[in-house]
Structures are given as C-alpha cells and as structure tokens.
C-alpha cells in the first residue's frame, strides 16, 4: 500500500511538473509578448532594445541612461508619432518602483477597449505630489487614498536612502494584470526634481513610450535611429524585442522540460521496480486466480491494469501537485513582474501529459506482466513457507 | 482416493484440472477429452466445470467471504452475487459475508473455500486433503457438508487423503497406488482395473 502511495505521488509530481513547466513557458511567452502597455515602440538611451523594453514596459532591469526632454519634445513633435509619453524612474517606496509620467499615459488603451483608470479616488495633479497606486503594489503595502508616504531613493529599498518628500495617495487603480499594477505613478516633474536628484539632469526622461501612426513609420524610425543615428535605441516592435528574449533563455526552457521528462521516466521505473518486485509475493495469489480459471492473458492484463490504476491514481493527483506548483509560480510572477497568470486556462498538455502518463505506467507494467504470464501454477499453489 | 504422502495425489488432481497437461495419455470431461486441449481451453473447462477444494484453502486474504466466492465466478460464467450469498448461506456463513479470511476459523475457512468450489455450479469437484488441516470434529462436520452440497448441486466429487477416517466414509475408494502400477504395467493390470 505504502509502496503504491509512493509511487502514485511521484507519477503526480512528474505530471504536475511536466504540466507546470508547459503552462508557465506558453504563458509567460504569451504575457510577456503580448504585453506592449498599449505603445508600439519604445525610445531610449543608446544601448540595449531588450533593457529598455524590460525597464519602461515591464519595470524591471535599471534604466540604460536618460534622454534629453527635448529629444522627447522631438519625438512628440513627429509627424509619425501619434502619442508619447515620456517616463522617468529612480526611485521607489519598499521596492515598489515610483515611475514618473505624464497624464496622458491614462488615455492610452494598453489593451483593446481598456483604458488605466482609478478604482477609488483621482488621478494625480501634475503640479502636486500625489501618487496613483497600482492595484497589487496597493495591495501588497497596504496604500489607501489620502494616505502619505516618503519615496526611497533608487530602485532598490534602502532605509536609509529616504527622500524628505512627503506623496498623497490620490487614487488606487483598477487592476489591469499588466506590470502597471505593480508600479506608483507620480508626475514626471516630481520625480525628476525629487530632492538629491541631479539637477543637471532634472528635465531627463529615462525612456519614451510611442504610438506611431502606422507600421511604415515604425520601419521608418527604426532605419533612421537605430541605423542612421547614434543618439536613442527604437525598440520597435516591443513583441519582438520580448520574443528575443526568450529565444535566448529557449534552452533553458529545454532544460526543465528535460527534467520534467526525467522525473516522469523515473516515475514510471518505480511503477515497474514496486510491481515487479510484488511479484514474487503474489506468486501464489496468481496461482489460485489461474487454478480458478482465469487465463494467462487475464493474469496478464491484471498486472497492466494495475500498473494503468496506480498512474491514473497518479496523473489525476497531479493536476493538484501542477494547481500547487502553478499557484506559486504565478504568486511570484505576479510579484516580481506584474502579470498574471492563470493556472486554470485551458492547456493541451493538461490532456496530453496525464495520458502520456498513463500511457509510460501502462509500459512499465508490462515487464512485471510478463513475468506474472509465466508464474507456474501447480509449483505456486502451496504456501510459501 | 487413497495415496500416501507423496504418491502424487495432487498431480493427479492437477492432471484432472487442466493445470498440468499429461505426458501421455488422455483425462476426459463430460465426454470432452480436456488433455487434448490448449492451455486456454483447458482454463475455460477449469473456470466452468470444476471446482477446487484445496488443503490450504488458497483464500484470497485481501477478498472479503463473498468476494471470494465472486471471484471463483468470474472467470466462469460471471459474478453472480445471490447465488454467492446463497451458497455462503448454505454452508452457515450468511452472516459472514463481509469477513475477511483472516478473521475467520479454520474450519469456516473451509467452508469459503466450499461455496467456492460450487460457485459455478461444477460437473466436478476436486478436493485434496481437504481434513488435512481441521480437527476430527470439524473435519466429520465438513466432509458431510462438502458430501451435501456436491448432492444437491449435482456435482460429482473426487477426493483425495491418506486418512482412513475419511476414506472410509466413501463406498467408491481407488487407491493410487494401483493406477499408478497400471500406468506403468498396463497389461499387469488389465483384468483387476
């Protein structure tokens, strides 16, 4: 019993594990390619598309260095931009990142028909310090509106580092399951002359997001700054810039796959090893189901079929160990990254995993079968002292 | 049947059974020559015509009474759960059904194994030594039961001990002894069989 306990839980963890490792690559590739905020293109530094991305749509990484305000006013002043909206970011509240932008970022739709909008309370006055919380960094530092606090310096947490401006929380947003939810939004003014800021850089945006007027220009911008010009990176388009990403981290991916493809070969070895062994104890079990007629084929199939129970018992287990798996995973993306993923969609390899497990015991219950097929019955039937 | 210990009592009730096939010669059921016959034919005729008794009983100890009796059905003709209810009624465990083996005595043991052998209404019973492990009152009180219950079910019985206790019950003893002499010398014994 203990042995088929054992055995059914690794064939749970091997079909859980094969389940997680699939959803989190599908939908992980899916959110963080699909995730451009509503913005086609994204300008920065000279440096790296994939850093400028990260940083100014999914607010990770550090900034690649600033741009001027008045390469932003250029950018705005393009005929082939339709929006920009200019960021800047240096410092957060317990590493909760404080972006600084302007109004018009909540009048762009980051997904068809959805808008950023506040759940309770106002957007920020621009010539204020008021501060619009993402719904989870509200959640997760307890932020109310009318409630205050003291922004840190830098990106990352550090007590000491406090700045002696005091913010009003003005609005919570709604949620958007995007990496805004994790961020508070203060007006980029406040940001760039937080005191202790430079003030040689005080009118420098770290990034600008755009909206452009149309694929040609997109291709346009891209020959004319990131070829012809050496002063900002157009990462462009801002799903492909993603996509490079994980085809980069692609065999990291294989790896954990191969894993999971491990963990359910050695799943399907103990289903063999626990059968097989238990067979020389049912020697005389097998004896007197043969000396009641039962036909070698039948014994045979006994053994298949028992194999098949313990990893069905297995695979049907293992949508709770992929449930538990998957509620950790999204927590911590959820947490790190803002999206959010959700381990109750509908995946192929929730089909097709637990069969393969099914399948691989099945497999695995046909040496033990065999060998069950050929147990001599007259020589079994006595006791076994 | 009588034999001694070791006179080959079992394989020849095994031989009877279709568990072992003969080297030579024919065992024949019901008009059908059953040694002629494949290993799976020789299943089927065991699962439909014969019932077993063994000495140890051979009850599975992870089957309740009446799981016991179920399985003897369902290689045959199919489970059939008032027949094994009767059957286990018949021989005085009706209120035992949902025992497991090990709870049980000895001689109700037997009896399990009894209703077993009848489960699928057999042409034949085979019982070897089927006293071997019971007291003499226990062992009086189940060979009239086996007796009965092969009569009303219209079972021919074939039992094998070495106890003349027991074998004086029967009016129809052979002694293995002379069929074994007989497969050896044919002519021999050829006017006494």
């Given at each position: 019993m203990l042995s088929t306990v054992i055995t059914a839980f690794s064939i749970a963890l091997a079909s859980g594990l094969l389940m997680s490792v699939w959803v989190v690559k599908d939908q992980a590739r899916a959110n963080f390619t699909g995730v451009d905020s509503g913005f086609d293109g994204v300008f920065g530094a000279r440096g790296s598309k994939l850093q400028l991305v990260l940083n100014s749509i999914f607010h990770?990484?550090?900034?690649?260095?600033?741009?001027?305000?008045v390469e932003y006013e250029r950018i705005a002043a393009d005929r082939r931009v339709a929006t920009a909206v200019p960021i800047a970011v240096g410092d957060n509240y317990y590493?909760?990142?404080?972006v600084g932008v302007t109004t018009n970022l909540f009048d762009v739709e980051y997904r068809e028909g959805k808008k950023y909008t506040v759940r309770s309370g106002y957007l920020f006055n621009p010539s204020k310090k008021q501060a619009v919380v993402g719904s989870?960094?509200?959640?997760?530092?307890?932020?109310?509106?009318?409630?205050?606090?003291?922004?840190?310096?830098?990106?990352?947490?550090?007590?000491?580092?406090?700045?002696?401006?005091?913010?009003?929380?003005?609005?919570?947003?709604?949620?958007?399951?995007?990496?805004?939810?994790?961020?508070?939004?203060?007006?980029?003014?406040?940001?760039?002359?937080?005191?202790?800021?430079?003030?040689?850089?005080?009118?420098?945006?770290?990034?600008?997001?755009?909206?452009?007027?149309?694929?040609?220009?997109?291709?346009?911008?891209?020959?004319?700054?990131?070829?012809?010009?050496?002063?900002?990176?157009?990462?462009w388009p801002i799903a492909d810039t993603m996509s490079k990403l994980f085809n980069k981290i692609a065999p990291v991916e294989m790896v954990l796959r191969a894993v999971a493809f491990?963990?359910?070969?050695?799943?399907?070895?103990?289903?063999?090893?626990?059968?097989?062994?238990?067979?020389?104890?049912?020697?005389?079990?097998?004896?007197?189901?043969?000396?009641?007629?039962?036909?070698?084929?039948?014994?045979?199939?006994?053994?298949?079929?028992?194999?098949?129970?313990?990893?069905?018992?297995?695979?049907?287990?293992?949508?709770?160990?992929?449930?538990?798996?998957?509620?950790?995973?999204?927590?911590?993306?959820?947490?790190?990254?803002?999206?959010?993923?959700?381990?109750?969609?509908?995946?192929?390899?929730?089909?097709?995993?637990?069969?393969?497990?099914?399948?691989?015991?099945?497999?695995?219950g046909l040496v033990p079968a065999a060998k069950a097929y050929r147990t001599d019955v007259a020589e079994n039937l006595t006791p076994i002292s | 049947m009588c034999g001694t210990s070791g006179s080959g009592k079992t394989t020849f009730l095994n031989l009877i059974a279709g568990i072992l096939k003969p080297d030579g010669g024919r065992v024949e059921l019901d008009g059908s020559p059953i040694s002629d016959a494949g290993e799976a034919g020789r299943d089927r005729v065991r699962a439909r015509k014969i019932g077993y008794i063994f000495q140890t009983f051979n009850l599975l100890q992870g089957y309740t009474c009446i799981e016991n009796v179920l399985l003897?059905?369902?290689?045959?003709?199919g489970a059939d759960r008032r027949w094994a209810r009767e059957l286990l009624g018949r021989v005085g465990l009706g209120q035992r059904l949902d025992?497991?083996?090990?709870?049980?005595?000895?001689?109700?043991?037997?009896?399990?194994?009894?209703a077993r052998a009848l489960a699928n209404r057999p042409k034949l019973v085979l019982a070897d030594e089927p006293t071997g492990n019971l007291d003499p009152t226990s062992a009086a009180e189940s060979l009239g039961l086996i007796r009965e219950t092969c009569l009303e079910n219209g079972a021919a019985l074939l039992l094998v001990s070495h106890d003349r206790g027991v074998l004086d019950r029967f009016d129809n003893v052979s002694d293995l002894a002379d069929i074994n002499r007989a497969a050896a010398w044919p002519g021999a014994v050829e006017g006494k069989s």
């Open positions: 990770l990484e550090e900034s690649p260095g600033n741009l001027a305000w590493g909760y990142r404080l989870f960094a509200a959640e997760r530092l307890k932020l109310r509106v009318g409630d205050t606090f003291h922004p840190y310096h830098g990106l990352i947490f550090e007590k000491n580092k406090q700045h002696a401006e005091t913010y009003v929380v003005s609005g919570v947003m709604e949620q958007s399951n995007t990496p805004a939810d994790r961020v508070i939004w203060i007006p980029i003014a406040g940001l760039q002359n937080m005191a202790g800021h430079s003030a040689e850089t005080a009118s420098d945006v770290s990034a600008v997001l755009v909206k452009l007027r149309g694929t040609s220009s997109g291709m346009m911008m891209n020959q004319e700054f990131n070829f012809q010009g050496d002063v900002m990176t157009f990462a491990l963990v359910a070969l050695v799943a399907a070895g103990s289903i063999l090893a626990s059968i097989y062994n238990s067979m020389n104890e049912r020697r005389r079990e097998i004896a007197i189901l043969r000396a009641l007629g039962a036909r070698r084929s039948t014994i045979f199939a006994i053994v298949v079929l028992e194999a098949s129970g313990i990893a069905a018992l297995g695979a049907v287990a293992g949508f709770l160990v992929y449930y538990v798996i998957m509620s950790v995973a999204a927590w911590l993306i959820r947490q790190e990254t803002g999206i959010v993923l959700n381990p109750l969609e509908f995946q192929p390899v929730m089909v097709w995993a637990p069969l393969a497990m099914l399948s691989l015991g099945a497999l695995a | 003897g059905m369902s290689f045959g003709p025992h497991f083996p090990r709870q049980l005595s000895t001689g109700q043991q037997q009896r399990v194994a009894v």
